[in-house]
Nanobody
């Protein structure tokens, strides 16, 4: 059974940092791309970051570029999203997702799109507030 489980969210003050984790099971992490998305209240879900199976390609949306780092540990079946200099507008539920329909797919040169991913976690809440 394919599972993606996010963790690491919470309440953080503006300017603070968080590391989100995505634990995967039921598929070989070293074969598939992983994307991070977020959905703020009243807004559509948007792509944040992407990392290819080989880690050769990554992509970060302009809204987070310079403030996030994405990494993966295939041996541990984990993907991480390190977020720094957090702002109130980063408040959202964060999701990790994968595209099991395409092995060894690289990240595209644009923000991850929902339609390019077919398996999703349930999300972890990130709240940035003083």
């Amino acid at each position: 059974q394919v599972q993606l489980v996010e963790s690491g969210g919470g309440l953080v003050q503006p300017g603070g940092s968080l590391r989100l984790s995505c634990a995967v099971s039921g598929f070989s992490l070293d074969t598939y791309v992983i994307g991070w998305f977020r959905q703020a209240p009243g807004k559509e879900r948007e792509g944040v970051s992407c990392i290819s199976s080989s880690t050769r390609t990554t992509y970060h949306a302009d809204s987070v570029k310079g403030r996030v780092a994405i990494s993966r540990d295939n041996a541990k079946n984990m993907v991480y999203l390190e977020m720094n200099s957090l702002k109130a507008e980063d408040t959202a539920v964060y999701y990790c997702a994968t595209d099991l329909g395409h092995r060894f797919r690289p990240c595209f040169h644009w923000a991850p799109r929902l339609e390019d991913y077919d398996s999703w976690g349930r999300g972890t809440q990130v709240t940035v507030s003083s």
